[in-house]
């Protein structure tokens, strides 16, 4: 078989498979945390719950590594602050905005938009890869992570860092022919959607849930989220 | 002890709000910073996410197939009574539950409440410290966690009343507002019912104390023993029901604040109409409707400061009316501590810590950050509404040899009164 067959092979049919996967996983993992039951909540507030879910909003995206509060929390964990906001936004950034994937997104949704420049997309996956690469070498040296970190946790790791790796092989034409490289990059990005429901990668969910708690929360008794 | 009740505990506990808090959980180890007892020990098993770590595993084992499938096959253990025990030292005497992770994580997950539902599994499976449990086992037979007895109480009431020549009805009909003191103060701060009293008095207040409902601390729930908080959350809204009061004014208790006013309602049936407040809440109204005027400056003698307590200010809101209060009684003294506010370090005694002997080096090495954040603004005196984060502050101070006053503000505001 020659790449160009497995090419066309796992950008196609495996890649709907994935992304099948991808929605049904998530669904299933969304239905099945809302069906475990919620009771109402009968306590009489003491502030606006809707104005502190707006607020932990704004303020969950918006870190200020110098408000003194942070500051506490920063100093000792600034790796995790800083490489953890740049792979995000370098995950965003290119996913989003980068002119392959946004092709990809509106030959899946039927519309695309305004693409970011090459060299900036490129310049942000390279700073997602040394972020990955920083907040592994954390992970293993950290003792609360060393803790926290069992084996599947490295396996997130390894699957989101391999898409990351092969696309920027890719773009720059580094190592492997196009079709070669273009092949492990839609495999990697395969395996990742698949893995995705069965892991914490899922949190991207589950976010809007314990933030909008958070934020009700301290609507609730009138404090600042 | 029984290892499957916890996790039968667990089990019930877990609907959505906690499924959908575990799922949230990227195991990034932020809170760990947030908590004051790992910033005093280093110790990782001190971070708060660890703290849920059985709780998150009951859920995983019974309620996801992955998680299933993994026990299922021996790769993940059940929850055994070695562990149990493990994990008891960890959440009753390394938390408070001041929630501060809360504010750190950046998922915004919900972890004091959800460490005081891994109590609840010990509490079902026994493995609650000693002191803990003995302090419920007294409020649940004599009425108080200090073993204060009815008659005790009713001699000491009156002593309070003759000594510093003050009115405190008991048990008096057609009252408006039902005052429930804690143990601690009965016993340890008297001058705190006084100062109240007093204040209650210069108000034109009616109330009363009941001599039914008359502790406000309740250590089921420190224990998160639901039954339990339940029949010492029913001791005082019967008696509140009983004499016919519109409103519930908790002392300086912080527990007890979360309890009545954030909790009963979601656990049990509470008399309808019949408003949860906090002393803090009404000194302010009285003052802020001309019911009761304060000397202007009366504390302006040495830098004092405000300790935010975790139940009473983050996680009970009043953060304003403190600080109102002191701008007016010490415009020119009053200086605030960094953090503060939602943002404010737990006082290292809250959530029962105090009470469990064993506990004692790690809240007072907590209480180390306190001795620092007031030598680093110079403060002399210090003031607090929750009497539980004062008995620390005591102590702390004692145990630190620094010489700053502790003051309860309630205090401070009776000697003002004009």
Not at chain 2, 79 to 90: G, N, P
Not at chain 2, 152 to 172: N, Q, S, T
Not at chain 2, 226 to 253: N, Q, W, Y
Not at chain 2, 400 to 412: C, D, I, Q, S, Y
Request: charged residues 20%; aromatic residues 12%; proline residues 5%.
């Amino acid at each position: 078989m020659d790449w160009t067959t497995i090419l066309r092979f796992v950008r196609g049919p495996f890649f709907k498979v994935a992304l099948l996967v991808f929605i049904g996983g998530m669904m299933y993992r969304l239905i099945r945390v809302l069906l475990l039951g919620w009771s109402r909540d009968r306590v009489p507030s003491r502030g606006s719950k809707a104005g502190g879910v707006v607020k932990t909003y704004v303020k969950g995206l918006l870190v200020l590594p110098f408000i003194p509060w942070v500051k506490r929390t920063f100093t000792p964990n600034a790796l995790t602050y800083i490489a953890g906001g740049l792979f995000h936004l370098s995950l965003f950034a290119v996913v989003i905005f980068g002119t392959p994937h946004m092709l990809v997104w509106k030959s899946l949704l039927g519309f695309g938009w305004p693409t970011l420049p090459f060299p900036l997309t490129d310049g942000l996956a390279a700073v997602g890869i040394i972020a990955l690469i920083v907040l592994m070498i954390n992970r293993l040296t950290h003792p609360v992570l060393r803790l926290l970190t069992k084996g599947p946790l490295w396996l997130n790791w390894a699957f989101t860092f391999l898409p990351f790796v092969t696309g920027y092989m890719m773009t720059n034409h580094l190592v492997f022919r196009y079709e070669v490289i273009y092949s492990l990059h839609m495999i990697t990005v395969n395996v990742l959607l698949i893995w995705i429901p069965f892991s914490r990668i899922s949190h991207f969910l589950f976010y809007f849930f314990s933030r909008t708690f958070h934020g009700a929360q301290a609507g609730k008794r009138a404090v600042n989220p | 002890m029984n290892a499957q009740s916890a996790i039968d505990t667990y089990v019930k506990e877990i609907g959505g709000w906690v499924a959908s808090q575990l799922e949230a959980c990227t195991r990034c180890g932020l809170c760990a910073d947030a908590c004051h007892f790992y910033q005093v020990t280093g110790n990782p098993e001190y971070a708060p996410v660890w703290k849920v770590e059985l709780l998150r595993k009951a859920y995983q084992q019974r309620f996801t197939p992955a998680g299933r499938l993994k026990a299922a096959v021996g790769l993940d253990k059940p929850i055994t009574d070695e562990a149990l025990r493990k994990w008891s030292t960890i959440v009753y005497e390394a938390c408070t539950l001041c929630n501060k992770c809360a504010l750190v994580c950046p998922m915004g997950i919900q972890l004091g409440p959800l460490i005081h539902d891994v109590r609840a599994g010990m509490a079902a499976a026994g493995v609650v410290p000693a002191d803990l449990a003995a302090a419920a086992a007294k409020q649940k037979d004599i009425g108080s966690p200090l073993g204060v007895t009815d008659k005790a109480w009713a001699e000491r009431i009156e002593w309070i009343g003759d000594e510093w020549e003050v009115k405190v009805p008991v048990d008096l009909t057609g009252a408006d507002t039902l005052v429930v003191f804690s143990s601690i103060e009965t016993m340890k701060f008297p001058d705190n019912i006084a100062a109240v009293a007093k204040i209650m008095d210069k108000a034109g207040e009616k109330w009363t104390v009941s001599s039914a409902g008359r502790e406000v601390v309740n250590f089921g729930f420190f224990e998160g023993d639901e039954a339990l908080t339940k029949l010492f959350l029913a001791r005082v809204f019967d008696a509140a029901k009983a004499l016919g009061v519109k409103r519930i004014m908790i002392s300086e208790c912080g527990h007890a604040y979360d309890a009545f006013r954030w909790t009963a309602a979601n656990i049990m049936d509470v008399p309808r109409g019949v408003e949860v407040t906090h002393i803090i809440r009404m000194m302010y109204d009285f003052w802020k409707a001309g019911r009761i005027r304060l000397k202007k400056g009366a504390y302006d003698d040495v830098p004092i400061t405000f300790h935010d307590s975790c139940k009473i200010q983050r996680r009970g809101g009043h953060i304003k009316e403190p600080r109102a209060l002191l701008e007016w009684l010490a415009p020119k003294a009053f200086k605030e501590m960094s953090p503060n506010k939602e943002q404010a370090l737990c006082c290292g005694g809250g959530g029962g810590v105090i009470s469990i002997r064993e506990a004692d080096g790690l809240r007072f090495a907590a209480f180390g950050q306190k001795v620092d954040q007031m030598k680093a603004i110079g403060a002399e005196a210090v003031t607090m509404v929750c009497s539980n984060c004062r008995l620390q502050f005591v102590e702390g101070v004692a145990h630190f040899n620094f010489g700053v006053k502790v003051r309860g503000l309630t205090e401070m505001v009776a000697g003002a009164l004009e």
